[in-house]
């Protein structure tokens, strides 16, 4: 995706459009489940750790720094420097870094440090008693959408959607302000600011307006996730999808999946974030591009769709809050997304 193309910015309360504010009266009560975390305050602790893949110590610096910036006080976990071949160390490790995390009562958000893969072989083997009763917000994106795809279908707590500590600057001073707008999105996202994004129209956007809870992240994840404890239940939520790496044909077989799976049967919305394809072989071409394969599965549905819309493995990746109430409105002059 090319980032001119898009185009971001923070919503304050106080300039939510009126049609917005009317529309937020209309919130149906399934839209109230999911439990927000506490918001953060100057001076509470957020955990590093890495359930799926390896990071060093010096890797996750910036963001150590640009965080306690921010008023924060980092504790790093046991698995940062630690590795076992592309893992941040073994399963073990991990599940008990991550699971002394959740336990923690002092530590009041967790930022998994980088994607990469790993987080389903820990998954199941969690407890989540300490932090059913104190919810915290945990935070990343990619492989960690395994996290928020199950926290979504067996607690209803709601999660962070963003970059991690693996793509904060090296130097603040020199980053690109597409990178400082996207990592100032998490810290605005942890201590509860109304967020809002827009995006220009694309021709092949369907128009609408509708509210619900947000979910969603990998759709490769999301796919392989179908029929686990994980699976995402999407029905009168606002879904959103993005990926990397991927074949158009995996592409298209994977929105078959989430077709003929009822999963985007009963949506109130759908966005499509940066998708990175691979080149097809020679003599091998799909011929269809991501935005033909989307309308195909969705052609016998009303609900808007948006694309290009800035979340996904790419410089403009915006923190999205999992589980909270959003309204999406999708219209001549493009596209927006906002926190109610």
């Not at 963001?63 to 073990?92: A, C, H, N, P």
């Not at 819309?309 to 001549?332: D, S, T, W, Y």
């Amino acid at each position: 995706m090319n980032r001119k193309h898009f185009l971001s910015s923070f919503i304050a309360a106080t300039t939510v459009l009126p049609a917005f504010k009317a529309l937020a009266h209309s919130i149906e009560s399934e839209n109230s489940a999911f439990k927000i975390p506490p918001y953060l305050k100057p001076g509470d602790t957020i955990g590093i750790t890495s359930p799926a893949g390896y990071i060093t110590l010096e890797q996750i610096q910036p963001s150590v720094l640009q965080m306690q910036s921010w008023g924060f006080t980092i504790k790093v976990g046991d698995t940062i420097g630690k590795r076992d071949f592309t893992y941040g160390g073994t399963d073990e490790e991990r599940l008990a870094d991550f699971q002394q995390m959740l336990n923690d009562p002092n530590i009041k958000a967790i930022m998994c440090a980088r994607g990469g893969y790993g987080f389903v072989r820990i998954i199941d083997q969690l407890d989540f008693t300490a932090f059913k009763r104190n919810p915290k917000w945990i935070i990343g994106f990619s492989d960690i959408t395994v996290l928020h795809c199950h926290l979504a279908k067996n607690f209803g707590i709601a999660s962070i959607h963003s970059k991690m500590c693996n793509s904060f600057p090296d130097d603040w001073t020199k980053a690109e302000p597409i990178q400082i707008e996207t990592i100032l999105s998490i810290k605005n996202a942890l201590i509860g600011q109304e967020m809002g994004y827009t995006a220009p129209v694309n021709s092949n956007n369907r128009f609408g307006k509708t509210d619900g809870i947000l979910v969603g992240g990998n759709l490769s994840i999301i796919e392989t996730l179908a029929g686990s404890d994980s699976d995402l239940d999407t029905k009168d939520k606002i879904l959103f999808i993005e990926d990397t790496g991927e074949y158009l044909y995996s592409i298209d077989r994977m929105l078959w999946n989430l077709k003929r799976s009822g999963k985007l049967k009963n949506l109130k919305g759908l966005i499509v974030g940066g998708f990175k394809v691979k080149t097809d072989d020679a003599g091998e071409e799909f011929g269809k591009s991501v935005y033909d394969i989307v309308l195909e599965k969705v052609k016998e549905y009303a609900y808007p769709v948006a694309f290009d819309f800035p979340v996904g493995h790419q410089r403009n990746n915006f923190a999205l809050k999992c589980g909270a109430k959003h309204i999406l409105m999708v219209n001549e002059n493009g596209t927006t997304l906002s926190t109610i």
